[in-house]
């Protein structure tokens, strides 16, 4: 048994508690209040339910040929660095799990794991759904990886198989990509309109075949707008923002970093990003959600899209708090509890809430212990972060996994 003492952030606010989390279990078995006797003692840290990201790119696969950038025990590592305690990985792999068989192929190597993972199976030209309960992905148009359509026809065609299910979209309209394919700049390349059009497109399938509709890694204020008033109207549609698309924009780039932070959707402008923060804020955006995506700083400099983000989860949520009014209520939210209630779908434990019956997984922060992020913080392996010489105003102390203390971040 494992018993810890501290401030407990529910959400309602936060006050000093106790919890005892089964060890053999892996589940909490009791929270009361706080007796002054624990494994571990606390004082100003915050506990939270463990943080649950659900876009993360661990990169391996049955052919194994992408483990150089990361596999799951090293995105494992990097999430708990981070204080993620589960995950959900994306299916763009060179052997994409998109029916029975591949996907429990893949399954067995999340076994390696520190911390659970669910599998989203791929939506592509020739796929019908498993058998099993799943959560789907879908590749609007071409981003790293061959899992994807060339046009929204296409798609359709597909989706009428998916009637009902869970399906996540990357909203890129594949058109007015091929339409751009010339243009300078990366973000010209992948214009504003791409997301927007495509998310259109997707709230109309998500209303037309019953879908449970996430659109992920929002970018666009526009596309939020959509995205808002389909709410309001009552489609089943949730939201994901990604902490780059957070913290910086195209104000940002430089001949130095554009290469580091290139990502689909790329970065936005200012206006942009700010009604990102709003909108995460106020609720119109759900969850944060990091799409961790490694790959070398020699490939980056080649121009592949996409940044490792598992280990400085932690980190980021503290500067929403401190630079953006948001409480840690609100990081609960976003990063605990909805996301929690969206994996708890695909999984046998409950994630989100720390209650007797919950999964045993926690995060600790202090807000009071700034921390620069310098490449010997990283667990990636592919060992680099776009945050490297930024300062968050706080830090990861603990990570604990099933009643498990994993150790903290160097001081």
């Known amino acids: 048994m494992l018993s810890i003492e501290g401030i407990i952030v529910n959400s309602e606010g936060q006050k000093r508690g106790r919890i005892e989390i089964d060890q053999k279990t892996g589940l909490i078995v009791k929270v009361t209040e706080p007796s002054g006797v624990a494994d ?36 494992g590592q990097a999430a708990i660095n981070g204080g993620v305690v589960a995950f959900m990985e994306m299916p763009n792999n060179p052997t994409p799990p998109i029916d029975d068989k591949s996907y429990a192929e ?20 020739n ?44 909203c890129e309209d594949p058109k007015i990509l091929e339409d751009n394919k010339e243009r300078v700049t990366h973000g010209e390349r992948r214009p504003p309109e791409a997301e927007i059009s495509a998310i259109d497109f ?72 700010n009604y990102l923060i709003k909108a995460l804020l106020e609720g119109t955006i759900d969850f944060i959600a990091t799409d961790h995506a490694p790959h070398t700083e020699d490939e980056k400099l080649k121009g592949t899209s996409g940044t490792p983000q598992l280990d400085t989860y932690g980190p980021f949520v503290t500067w929403l708090i401190k630079e953006h009014n948001f409480t840690p209520a609100d990081i609960l939210r976003v990063s605990s509890y909805n996301p929690g209630n969206f994996i708890n779908q695909f999984t046998e434990g409950k994630y989100g809430k720390i209650e007797e019956g919950y999964v045993g997984s926690l995060t600790i922060l202090d807000l009071n212990k700034p921390i620069m992020i310098t490449k010997d913080e990283l667990k990636t392996k592919c060992g680099w972060s776009a945050f490297e010489g930024i300062t968050f105003p706080g830090r990861v102390t603990m990570t604990i996994i099933k009643g498990k203390v994993y150790a903290k971040q160097n001081e």
């Open 40 to 75: 571990v003692i606390l004082k100003d840290e915050l506990i939270f339910p463990g943080f649950v990201d659900l876009h993360v790119h661990a990169r391996e696969c049955a052919d194994h040929s992408q483990d150089y950038k990361e596999d799951f025990k090293t995105a």
């Open 106 to 125: 893949k399954k067995e190597l999340t076994q390696k794991c520190p911390i659970e993972v669910v599998l989203y199976a791929g939506i592509g030209e």
């Open 127 to 170: 796929t019908q759904p498993l058998q099993k309960l799943a959560s789907y992905k879908v590749f609007m148009g071409p981003s790293v990886g061959d899992l994807f359509f060339h046009s929204l026809s296409e798609l359709e065609k597909v989706l009428v198989q998916y009637h009902g299910r869970s399906v996540s979209f990357h």
């Open 202 to 273: 997707a709230l109309q399938m998500i209303k037309k075949y019953n879908l449970q509709g996430k659109i992920c890694h929002c970018s666009t204020k526009e596309g939020l707008e959509k995205i808002k008033n389909a709410k309001k109207r009552g489609i089943n549609v949730v939201a994901e923002v990604s902490p780059h698309h957070l913290y910086f924009d195209s104000e940002m780039l430089t001949e130095n970093n554009q290469k580091f932070i290139q990502i689909n959707p790329p970065l936005r402008t200012r206006e942009d990003r």
